[in-house]
Every structure is written in structure tokens, then in C-alpha cells.
């Protein structure tokens, strides 16, 4: 039996299996295991993966013909140390939301359900294919729940909302999928497998001219998925209006399709072109996300607007990092994926959390929280200060490798991207204090009297705890990812030359 | 038990405390006080035995590895950190024991204690770093735990202000830090701290830029000007955590760190470093006279005595030649010798040491105060406590003359050796110190005199009591640390010390003669003297009665900071953000979003179609285009 089929397959198998009619209470119980199977899988795959057998830096392959061999298309799945730790974060992060949407009392809620088990099958299989056709297929299968699922379920203008997710994200894939077809055709290998095309372009190798053009294209058409600044402003809007379980998978682990997609295809494939728009690439990042979006994130009054906002400037540290063109800066930006994947998803589940008791997301309207609900502002203050970057979080050892890494190419972005670690603990401790600490305000004060704030229930607590768990566990023990992730980006990436110093030399 | 184990055992203890406490006894105040303290317990044995049983040693492990980058946990076990384990284990004990006292009726004790316990771990971790990054690492864990603690009565405003300012302000610190590590790193090749004194002795360049900037780290943690104004504001915590962490250990951190890279220094830095302090403790020793709040008075008096760390470390304790290799192009070496600069190491040590004895004396007998008259803490509504509170009086009285420098005291010999330094070194600075050295004795004998004689002034006070001995105990025991904490021995046996610090010891600079005894006691009794003269034990400040100008003019001086920072958050810092956000809504939301949506109009039917509102249709485009692909690729079309 192959795992990961096994773990894209079954919530899809049961996702169908919900809308033939089974009956409520099964269908529920058999959404559990559908949620629960691909994180468990992800697990074990993680505690075999070592000892696995590698072709080129994959493990766990296997190939099924779809009927597409002739286009060069097969359903290969695999893992390597890139994948590996985003198809188990994806896994989790799919866990903690299931678990979150089965016990909110959404309306319709099977419907709801079964869009958000197709959604975990389509990202299962994002990180799972090795065949950069099915890669992009599995980001569409799941892509189209997301804007059903914000146009229904969503909160205020759902409508603008989502219309403007799906132009932005559409047209953002479109360009990736030129992309991509570039690569196949120019490439001459006439196939859309990873190795087979790596092999390829080591051998021939692309015009500079084309590795540039097709950079750009990638480029732009992965950095809207991801949010690169100045094509952002779908995403406040669409996390703002997404219901919980939505915006935890969309900010979590859909979004990271397009960096995955830089560092698993483009930079690899496109080293050229990757040198000609990394300083584009590194000030958008810098300048536009970390500053620009990290300044207006302190003007927010909207709690999940302000949590949008967040998830859009870290992107910023991301694209810092897959710019410097380096094993340390692409293995940094690997594991900020993972950790902001789980930091994100805990902050938008908490702040859903925080909307049931105070009936509002204006942070202005809140304050002293903490004497009803202390479990859950324990919680969202460990969640802040996870996304801040305090050490003990999984989302430190991203942001220092790549500042490390970023420090010998950029100095002076570098530096830029560290006083954003100042701005983030501005508007985050800003956040958690108004919510939770001082007096409560009149208006929430109202709103206490009528109905008084409990503290996280179990069915809210066991999700957030999956999630918290993950970011210390990471956070104490990063070599449990970079072992693998070192491993594997240094045979995709060229050795870095290991240069002393010209300071040391001298006397 | 093996060295690296027993250092492990005192880290990692604190951390278990705190875990267990988080997860299992969040309800049971009791048992969280008792866990925590009794680990407070064993972690100063472990610490004493590592500091006195002749543990020296260096161990690391490689904690994240990716490309060419290695970061390793490490310890470094030398006497500079085996002394600064012995006051950090030991204060940390008193500050257990006192605490179990002082918070025994908070509701909220379990959290309390959990707090303390994350701390211990925290600064245990900055004692033993060997390296930048590590120290970093746990730089930042300190800071989580002092916004932790500040924030311990989180349902008051000026609680939640306090904590918040006090991290954010510290990150604006830290983010200095973090580039000088990151420079570091780049220039040298390493941020190890026993492998950089053999690049820089093999004759590596040396910029003033790295040690300034890390040194902005300290000017945070150790609330240095201009990054001063979040400890008086960090009052707002419970008064043991005020001793611990914002008197006697956390804030000292920032000298610990200084003295961990002096290798790194050169005289420009150390120039910038000794003004920095230098002024720092001049500025917060005015402001101290005007306070009216104990705790804030034992704030402005901490930032001073840091002050006079930082300016000691800056005046450098002596000048060294080292010889070296020098290497040619051609590959032939050739002897030679450098000039290094060497820091104040041993004057600086010497009084965060004394410091911690007496400042946490100081600050638990606060507590005790404040805990005898039911929470009040305007010294002016106190008075007539020395009869009421027998044991807190007399050990007070012993802080506040070890503090002023009276002979044979432990605060006489360290600051002498301060002063004794910048009188070889700078006139200028001496002449400073030595004024901020009389200001000293003027406000703490004001402090000690309003609060502890003539009548008492409010109800809180007519019914004081002497605290429990809980409280009582860990005061005599800093009391006796706080006499006897100035005979460091350096010629031979320290009296408590032993012969553990040597290397710490043997740096101190020791003024000869009479003269040091009567330059002491004049600035003793100018100081006393003059608050004497000026302060009388009653309701009102005797200085704004008196001097209302002087008065008017130290308020305002004390004010300029906060209010300037203020003015920048909200007419600045806030406003750029408003303008910002409202050029990201409108011209972003408005106007490209819609251009973009008519250019893709004009170029996809696909995305037309989206455009006129329905999501469904985006399903059919993705059906149809899969249906299309397997059809082609089945050979139909």
C-alpha cells in the first residue's frame, strides 16, 4: 500500500462518500478519520524517511499512469527533505482545522465539511507529487473549496471577498502555469517529472534569455499566490472574510504552494534567472512586506484583519530568503514555511475563538479578556509571540537562518528585515493587550453582562494544542527538520562555495 | 555527577518546574510555590558545587545544521560564569523563598511561580552561553519572562502598558544586537566566545561597529540611556520580581554580556560605552530625588548604579600587549605584539555582585514594607516604621549604607574601585561619578528617613506589622551577603569566595591609602547631610517646599523622555501608520485591483466570466479544462 496515496486519496474517497448520502452522524465520525489519516501518515512517512531509499533526494516513489504518459504526464508521488516537512505540517495544520470545523456550529455543516476534505486531499497532494503537473493540479482542486467556502461560509463581504481572491489567485496561477509550460517545452525533455526534467537541464541547460523570462513569469505568478507585495490585497480581505478552518489551510499551507513552487521548481531548474531577479525579488520582500505591510499592520483595528496583515509581512521574510540563492537561505525559508504554517493557523483559529466571546473583531471593543478565558489568552499570547519570532518557537530558527543567509548577499535589506522583528512585537503585544489585558471596555462590558465569556472549551483547545505543540516542538528541536532539509537541499543546490573570510585573512 | 551534567541539571531543572506547573498545577497556587522554590533550592546547590567545587569546562553540541551555517548550544564554564551562576542561583533562592511570603494570597499564584521558574531557566541560559547566538537565544527568553512578570496584575492598565513597553523596547535593543551578531559572524567567521579570542589574537580587523552594536543589546537589557525608560515602568510587577529580575540579575545581564566580548573591543567603543553609562547614572540619580514611590526610587537607583557598571566596564581596567604571530604574504610569520584593549571586567563584575546583594536586599525590604502597610508605596504616607518593623529596618538600614559606600561595607569597595579607575583614566568622568556618588547616599538616606521615621502617616502604616519568616529570612541573609560581599580576596583568600573567581578577582583595580577611606566618608556625609537638612519625616517633599525650581527642574528632566517617546508613538509612529494604511486601502483596494481585473477581463474569457460574480463558474472552467486534457492526451481530438 502506497502511504501517500493513501493520505491525498481518503479525504477525497470520503468527501465523495458525503455528498452520496451517508448518514449525518457516520459521515461525521468518517470525516475524523479522514482529517486524522493524513497526519498520522505524515508521521510515520517522517519516521521512515531516513532510513527510505533516495532517488535524487526522493523517497517513497512511485508512479501511476493516468492515461496522460503521452503528454509526458504521470502521478508520481514522492517525498524529499523539502516536501517532507510541509506534507506533515500540511497534514497537522489539516488535523487542527477539521477538528476546529466539526465542533463549530457552522451551518450546513456536512457541505462545509466535505469541502474542506477535498481541500486537505488537494494539499496532501501538493506536496506529495513529484510531477509538476499534478503539483499544480492538486493547488487548483484545492483552491476551488477555498472560494466556494469563502463566498458561503464567509463573514462581512464575503461576496467582494471572494471574487477578488479568485481574480487575484487565478490570474497568479495562470501565469505560474505559463511558467510551467515554458519549462516543459523549452526544456526539450517533453515531460513534467521533476527529476526527469532536473536531469535534463543539467545536461542541455536553458538559454539565459529564457531562464529569465520564465523566472519572472514564476516569479510574479507564485509570488501573488503568496502574496507578494504590491499583489497582496487579496489577502487581508479574503483571511478577514474566510471562515476559520478556511483561512487556518488557505494561510497555513495553501499559500506556501507558490514558494514551494519556487524552491522545488523554479530556483532549481532556473538558477539564472534566479540571480538576475533576486534583488527585485529581495527588496519587494523586504521593502514592500516587511515594511510597508508591517506599518499598516499597526494601523489595524480588526483583530483578523491585523492577523491577515501578519501572515502577509512574514511572507516578506520568505521571499528575503529564497532571493539569497543559498542551502542556508532556502533551508531558512523551508522552515519558516512549516513553523508560519502552524503560527498562522493557531492565530486565526484563536482569533475565530475570541470572536465567539466577545462578538467582534474590533480590538477596540475588547480588553480583560484574561479573567474569563486565561487557557485561551495563554494561548494567543504564545501564538503571538511564536509569529514575532521568540526563540522556543519553531518560527525563530526561520527567521535567524535567513537573516544569516541574507546578511552576506543584502546587508542592507537584512537589516531593514530585522527592524521588522521590532514592528511585529509592536502591533503583536498591541494585539494581545487590547484583547486581553487592562479593563474590559464598555461595549465588551455589555456584551459580559449578557453573555458572560467562558474559557476554550476542549473541542476548541485540542486543535490549538496540536498547533502549539508543533511550534515548541520545532522550536526546541529544529534538527528534526533540518537534518532532512540540509540533506536535500544541498544536492539540489549547488554547493555554496565556503569562502573564509577576507577580514580573518588579513591582519 | 559530571560536570556538563550538573550544569545541565541547574538549566534544565527550572525549565521541568515551569512545564509541570503550566500543564498540572494551574489551580494549585500551593503546590506551584513549593515546587518552584524547592527548585529554586536544588538549582543553588548544583550551582555552588559548579562554582565551588572546581568545575571549569566548555561543552557544546551542534543544535541546527543547514549548508555552511552551524549554530551550536554550548557552555562555557569559567569563573566569570560561575560567579555570575553563584548570584544569579543564590538571589534567585532568597527571591523563592521571600515570594512564598509575599504572594502567599494571590489568586493567581501558580502563574506567579511558573514565571519565576521560566525565568531562573532563562538567565541560567545566558550564564552559561557560549556563543552569541545562544546568548541571544536566551536574551530574548529573559525578556519573555520579565513581560511575563510585569504583566503579573494584567487586568491593570498601567500593568499591561508596562509589559508591553518593557519588551518592545528591549527588542529595539535587541534588534541592534541581533545585526552586531549577524556583523560578527560575517567579519570573524564564528560568534563562539572561546574561538574568538584566537582569531582576533591571530590578528584579525577589528571595527568599533560590532562591539557598539552589541553593545545596544546591553543598553536594553541593562536599560541604559536612551532605552531607559522601560525599567522604572517595570515597577509595575510584583515587588520580588522587581528584586530578581529588574535589580539584581536580568538587568545586569547586559554587563555580564559586555564582559563575555571583550575581546571584541576597541578603545572608540569603550570611549562610547563609559560616556553612555557614565550618563545614565548621573540622569537617574537626579531623578531619583524626586520620586515619591519607593519602588520607582529603587528603579531610578538601579539604572544609576547599571550606569556605573557600564562606565566602569568603558574605563577599561588596564592596557595589555600580547605577542602574536604576524603572517607575510610569502607565508613566513614573524613575531610581534598588538595592543589590546582589556575592559573593566573586574571593576564591573565586582559591583553587579555587591549590587545584587544590596539592590535585592533593598528591593525585598521594600517588599516587606509595602506587604506590612497593605500595599501602600508613597513613602510619604509611610514613617514610623523602624519600631513596627524591627527586622526590616535594621536590614534596610544595611542596604542603604552599603549602597552610599560606607567603609567596610561591600558597596564601598566596588565603587571605589570604580572610582579609583576613572580617576587614573578620566577626570572628567570621575568628577561625575563622584557627584552621582553623593547624590546616592543623598536619596537613599531621604528614601530610609521618610520612610522608616516620625509618625505614621496613613492607615496602612499605623497598622503595619513585620512580615512573616519567610520574608524575614532571605532579608538577613542579603543583609549578611551585603557586609561581607566586598572582601574579594584578590591577593589570597576571598572571604565567602573562596578562590572559586579568581580570574574575575585578580582584575579589580585596588586603590591604596587613607585617602580612599576619607574620600568615602565625605561623600558618605555630604550626601547624608544634606538630606538630613532638606528632608524632614512628614507628608510633603522637603525639596519642593524648599527648592521648588531644583524640584520643578529634576520632575521635568525625569519627564522629557517619556514624554518625547510618547509624542513619537502617537504623533509619529502611528500617524505614518494611519497614512500608510490609508494609502494601502485606497490607492491598492481601489484602483490597481480594478485595472488588473480589466486587464485579465480583456485577455481571459475565464476571467470575465468570474468577473460577473458567479465562483461556480470557476468549477466548470476547471472540469471542462481537465475533461479537455485526458480527452487530448487519450488521443480524441
Redesign the interface.
Known sequence: MDLLLIAIVAPLVLALAMVLGLPKALARNLAYLGFALPAVIGIILWCQFDAAAKESTYAFLTTYDT?????G?NLTLGLNGISLPLFVMAGIVGLAAGLYALQSAAERLNHYVTLLLVMQGGLMGVFASVDVFFFYFFH?LAL?PT??MV?IWGGRDR?YA???M???L??GA?LSLIGLIAIYYTSGAQTFDMIALREAIAAEGLSTVAQRNIFGLLMFGFGILVSLW?LH??AP?GYGAAPSSVAMLHAGVLKKFGLYGLIQVALPLLPEGAAHWALILATLGVVGNVL??G??A???RDLKQLVGYSSVMHMGYAFLGVACL???GV??VVFMMVAHGFSAALLFLLATSIHHRTQTFDLDEMG?L??SA?VLSAFFVAAT?ASIG???FAN??GE??I???A??VFPTL??IA??G??IS??YG??AA?KV????PTEAFAKVLQEQPATDLTWSERLPALLLLVALLAFGFW??LM??S??ES??EIYPA?E?T??A??A?? | MESTQLALFALLMPLLSATVIALFLRRAGALASYLSTATAAVVMVAALMLAYGGHRFDASADWLTLGDFTLTLGIKFDDLAALMLSIVAVIGFCVHLFSLGYMHDDGYRARFFGGLSIFMFSMIGIVLADNLFMMFIFWELVGFSSYLLINHYCLKQSAADASKKAFIVNRVGDFGFLIGILMCYAAYGTVNLNELPDIIAGGAMMSAAIPLLLFCGAVGKSAQMPLHVWLPDAMEGPTPVSALIHAATMVAAGIYMLCRIEVLMVADALNVIMWVGTVTALYAALCAVVQSDIKKVLAYSTLSQLGYMVAAFGLGSYQATVPVEIGHGDGTMQAGEIWIMVGGVGAAMFHLTTHAFFKALLFLGSGSVIHGCHQEQNIFKMGGLAKKMPITFATMTIGVLAIAGLPFLSGFYSKDAILHLAQQQNPTVFGLLIFTAVLTSFYMIRLWRITFFGAARSDGAEQAHESGFTMTLPLIALAVLSIVGGYTGAHGEGLIYGTAFTQVWEQIPHPEGIGVFIKSLVILAVGAGLAFALYKPGASDGLATKVPAAFMGLTLLKESFDKGYDYYVAKVQDRFAMVLNFLEQILLAGLIIRGLAGVVGLFGLGARALHTGSLHTYVYWFLLGVVLLWGFAGGLF
Do not use: C, H
Request: hydrophobic share 55%; aromatic share 10%.
Open positions: 492515461g496522460l504518459t503521452g503528454l504526464i487548483e476551488i472560494f466556494i463566498g461576496n471572494a471574487m477578488k479568485t481574480i487575484y487565478t490570474v495562470m504590491p490585497t487579496w480581505l510597508i505591510i506599518v499598516v499597526m494601523a489595524q543559498s542551502v542556508v533551508g531558512g480583560g484574561v479573567k486565561p509571540l521568540l526563540p522556543g525563530f530558527w535567524l537562518t537573516f544569516v543567509a546578511w552576506q537584512t537589516v530585522i527592524a522583528v521590532v512585537a509592536i503585544l498591541r493587550a486581553f489585558f487592562g479593563p529544529p534538527k533540518t537534518d532539509i540540509n537541499v544541498a555554496v565556503t573564509v573570510p577580514d580573518v588579513r591582519n
